[in-house]
């Protein structure tokens, strides 16, 4: 799969944008290095309703830190071609 691919997973995320099928939006990830030149493994970093990655406190309560899934724990990955669902920053106001 390409770096940066729309995909779809069944686990229900709360906070993830969701699209039909009630599934968590995200963008695939592939193994890399981070800014630190730490390796990363493949991944899919989730999105909030406003296109921004979805974030959470640590474990530890110390940092925020990425809603990322390794691919072992996505449950059913779709690409997505339909970019009519894909959210973009700002454009998503509250009610």
């Known amino acids: ?23 968590s939006l995200g963008i695939y990830q592939r193994a890399g290095k981070d800014a630190q030149g730490n390796t990363t493994p493949e991944h899919v970093a989730i999105v909030r309703t406003d296109g921004t990655n979805l974030t959470r406190l640590s474990d530890d309560g110390n940092r925020v830190e990425n809603v990322d899934l390794s691919l072992a724990q996505c449950q059913d990955l779709q690409p997505l071609d ?13 009610a």
Not at 16 to 22: E, K, P, S, T
Not at 82 to 94: M, Q, T
């Open 1 to 23: 799969m390409r770096n940066g691919k729309w995909v779809t997973v069944a686990n229900s995320i709360p906070g993830a944008h969701v699209i039909g099928g009630n599934r």
């Open 82 to 94: 339909d970019l009519s669902h894909v959210p973009r920053p700002g454009s998503h106001r509250p």
